[in-house]
């Protein structure tokens, strides 16, 4: 499966913006889809996933309450929604494509979309 995120930009911190991540391929609803992001200087950190069927979703601890990921089978397309963003957001978000089940580490994707650059400004 091949990924393309987009959605990002420059926002002021309070902001939102939205990610979109649309995946090729007929077998998207059969993957776990995640967010990740990777800030200047720091390793890449998981941000959420959802399950293939949209029944469960998990985020890390720095953003729940803020941001919302959200997935349309039927468009191949995942997203996330960040609300009230910080300049701590700042980072290039990747969405990534693993297993059905729930995962949160980066190595249990395997396939990943090419990034996309928010910068939050203070």
């Known amino acids: 499966v091949q990924l393309q995120a987009s959605g990002g930009g420059l926002v002021q911190a309070g902001g939102s913006l939205r990610l979109s991540c649309e995946a090729s391929g007929r077998t998207f609803n059969r993957y776990g889809m995640g967010w990740f992001r990777q800030a200047p200087g720091k390793e890449r950190e998981f941000v959420a996933v959802i399950s293939s069927s949209s029944s469960t979703t998990y985020y890390a601890d720095s953003v729940k309450g803020r941001f919302t990921i959200s997935r349309d089978n039927a468009k191949n397309t995942v997203y996330l929604q960040m609300n009230s963003l910080k300049p701590d957001d700042t980072a290039v978000y990747y969405c990534?494509?693993?297993?059905?089940?729930?995962?949160?580490?980066?190595?249990?994707?395997?396939?990943w979309g090419q990034g996309t650059l928010v910068t939050v400004s203070s």
């Open positions: 990534a494509a693993g297993s059905v089940i729930i995962r949160t580490s980066a190595s249990d994707y395997p396939y």
